[in-house]
């Protein structure tokens, strides 16, 4: 990308030193602003800090919870988790893995009959 800047008639070329280096500086520390700003989005902690922006507070066991999905449910384009990337090998389907070892709920409790209502004004025949 930075080969046209070297062609001779170029107009860079046409400033001073002095002034291509201040230039140099100035792009130089957009593209450092860019990547500050665009690293609070970008990657683990990006989304860290947006769940707690969302929640203001993140228990510890939220936090346990969003770290393993990290870790062992979000794929990259590659088809690897991150802890397939750690430990060189695969591993089981995290919520698959999940409903094995977590019980059932129990089911909802029976309806109690309502006792009815007393009757605040009774029919009168005509």
Known sequence: MLEPLGQPDHPLNALSVIERARLEQVAGDCADLFQRSSSAVEGRNGQLSLHHHGRHRLSDQELAA??????????????TTAAERFFGQAHAALFALVLQRMPLPPPPARRRPRPPKPLSLLPVAA
Request: charged share 20%; net charge positive; hydrophobic share 45%.
């Open 66 to 79: 969003l770290t393993a999905v990290h870790n062992f449910h979000i794929r990259r384009a590659d088809g």
